[in-house]
DNA sequence: TGGATAAATTCATGCCGAGAACAAATCCGC
DNA sequence: GCGGATTTGTTCTCGGCATGAATTTATCCA
């Protein structure tokens, strides 16, 4: 087990394998070297993720370091120029204030890009969790060249890139949202069904732009960076769990334990739209997208195939009783599939985002119905079902907050203010 | 080079009274000491996991230590007794001999009890990975009243924890098997359906036996505990992953990440007998269990309900042809539910244990074509399909293990001979 | 205005891993 | 058989770093 040099991937490994988390992973804390990077990477955690700043003393007591400890550790991230204090804040108590501590915003920038059927964009988001720029292009990419759309996207993002940097935004790093497998590391995208893409070397053609070569996306799959998104919302009360669903023109998925996206060996976990719902399908076995997916809503709605899915929301939403029943239909599907991965992965919480979030009010019964029907645990504790906050194009969040997640996970690498 | 000045740790390291006050330990006693407990536990992680006899040299390899580090770790394994040296051997190379380090055998055992549709025991396996005793009593214990069955394990178990006692074998603690869904810790046993219990507190009941009171069991479902056992019989090339599945009378499974088992919020993961298979079967949408559980298969080949497996099996390894055919289609059933559940968690491998493993042959073509054309990165990364190889009654022995992952995980709380 | 309370800092202490130097034990070529 | 090469294991010094107590700072309250 040497070294593993690719910082790029999905943060640093433990012995497991596993990612590591940031307070409760002492298997991480190898070397007195890295004793200290990991507690102040629970430092800056602690600042960065929290909903209200904390102070010294709560970062003390949130870690369980010693007070003295913490002062040195925030002395080095202030230094940095990673953290900032506020002004002290009265409280309603008894005592010297506490300083609150937040991040510098506008300092270090995660970039998440997407290509999806029908838009690409660009959006970069600071350690403070606020977005600097974006900039999104609606268009329908369906079977468009792959060379062509990337050149387009490299378009795009390099000049924010290069704005950013002109600012004096550090740029941390950058990820690529797509609708299709990809392995987790830069590997190549496999297949995109939906854009009509496959075997595409998507790295090697952004690298062609001389800003975007300098930062080498991170590719991902575009539910799973919504899933971290969304996650990113619902922080709060420790780490969220829950199985996020992600409706486009396909139906993707991911799987989100204590705040972390659930990856796999390859990152083609959650693919939720290839879950056999109907084994005895004339047609032989269906999938949930083949039996959900946006298509199959339109045409059950008898609505003409490459219907928009403005349309049909907008006939779902006039109660057109065969779009209506569609829905739901759909909704049944949708329901028996997460019945079926929660009781595979016992997961506490269901989120519906993507076209589901938008239909949320008309599948919430039929989902809720389906999943206390068929898991086996639902009489002990019932599924919880949402619909998503995180919103509009979660995934380019959700890409720039994984590129974020290596910051805060390595925050020596940014120490020194090149 | 053990032994050394022994005059033995008589005070412990009069830590200058400092160990005294650390007891009261504020929800966490941070970092520094973890860091020694990681290390401990690293090193007495690789000479417990490792299938060859690993030296200090390797150690410090495998870790990342340098290997005078190693030395100190060893010598305290060495001083409680986890650890011994073996004569060194001789290496086809030059240099001096490494000396191989073992666990000790016979000093520290897990217990691993099951209570199963068919048959009731305890398994002792020490830190060797060897079986110290081992009780099992074959019997049909559908529908047999809870009290009495775990009385009855009690009677079985306890003479085994006092025997082991007696021959100075420190027991680390104990687990139990049971087919249903146990909450992770040790919260009542929610449901057993093929045992026909439902809400047993078995901790309690257990703990009327005065020797079993002593040691109160970590409740974990059998199929879970079986992967545990399947995973440490693959590991050696790195932990392995893979998706169990344990055929009874009903259909268990579980998913091994990384060789952890993956246990979900409460424990209840992995339960693909309750995947839905056939959303639009006639009389509701259809589970696997119902599918392809043992009864299920018995009817389809047209057996008498309650036909035992033993018959069945004779059945098909007699190719009656209606037999045959019943397998086949359950396999089938097996394989579009592993597909679905790959395509979710993107896991590589799939392995089949319990009565499938003992059909393994009539099955395996079955699976694998479903695997084939279902599992979305079938294409570039096929799934491969084994048999179980952790021998009779794995639950017990991944019980024991269990229970002994814990001395690895915490040697601080083994130094002391007691 | 002084006491109580809490946050933040300072500092002496000691644990623990790193790394280098050294000792031990074997193999190999001459 | 002998010396050098090689690898394992030990010893020892050094320095980093967390700790916990004492101290300082800052506010509230009676």
Redesign the interface.
């Known amino acids: ?1 040497a070294a593993a040099p690719d910082d790029a991937d999905a943060g640093p490994r433990t ?4 990612a590591a988390e940031r307070v409760p992973d ?2 991480r ?4 070297e890295h ?1 200290r990077e990991h ?1 102040l990477s629970a430092a800056l955690g602690c600042v960065v993720d929290a909903t209200a700043p904390p102070s010294r003393a709560q970062i003390a007591a949130a ?3 010693a007070r003295g400890t913490v002062t040195g550790l925030v002395d080095v991230l202030i230094d940095a120029g990673l953290v900032r204090e506020l002004d002290p804040v009265a409280a309603p108590r008894a005592g010297r204030p506490a300083v609150p501590l937040v991040p510098v915003p506008g300092r270090i920038a995660g970039v998440g890009m997407e290509v999806n059927v029908d838009y690409l964009g660009v959006r970069a988001v600071d350690l403070a969790g606020g977005v600097v720029v974006e900039r999104v292009e609606q268009d329908d990419l369906r079977g468009a060249d792959a060379g062509d759309v990337l050149d387009r996207l490299s378009a795009l993002a390099g000049p924010v890139l290069a704005g950013l940097q002109a600012d004096g935004v550090r740029v941390a790093g950058t990820a690529l949202a797509l609708p299709g ?1 990809v392995d987790r590391v830069t590997g190549p995208l ?1 297949v995109a069904p939906n854009l009509g893409w496959r075997d595409v070397d998507v790295v090697a053609r952004l690298a062609a732009d001389p800003v975007l070569a300098a930062f080498p996306p991170r590719l991902a799959n575009e539910a799973n960076l919504a899933a971290r998104a969304e996650a990113h919302t619902r922080r709060g009360a420790g780490a969220p ?1 829950f199985l996020y669903v992600s409706g486009e023109v396909g139906v993707g ?1 991911a ?1 989100v334990l204590d705040g972390e996206i ?11 739209g ?8 004339p047609e032989g ?1 269906a ?1 949930l997208e083949r039996l959900a997916g946006q298509d199959a809503i339109a045409a059950a709605a008898g609505l003409p195939a490459g219907t928009r899915f403005a349309d049909l929301l907008a006939a779902v939403d006039a109660e057109d009783p065969a779009a209506v029943a569609a829905v739901h239909d759909a909704a049944r ?1 949708l329901g ?2 997460l ?3 929660a ?6 919480a269901v989120v519906l985002g993507g076209t589901f979030g938008q239909l949320y009010p008309h599948v919430e019964g039929a989902v809720r119905d389906a999943l206390d ?5 639902a009489p ?2 019932a599924l919880e079902v949402s619909r998503a906050r995180a919103g509009a194009y979660p995934a380019m969040t959700g890409g720039a907050l994984a590129v974020l997640r290596q910051v805060v996970a390595e925050p020596s690498l940014w120490l020194t203010p090149s």
Chains 1, 2 share one sequence.
């Open positions: 087990m012995r497991n394998g596993r002492p298997a804390a190898r070397r007195q004793l507690n870690t369980g370091l497998l496999r769990s998925g799987l659930f990856l796999g060996r390859h990152g083609w976990s959650g693919e939720i290839h879950v056999v719902v109907d084994g005895s399908a076995p999938t599907w028996l599939a019945a079926t991965v009781n595979v992965v016992d997961v506490g029907a068929h898991v086996i645990f002990w504790s």
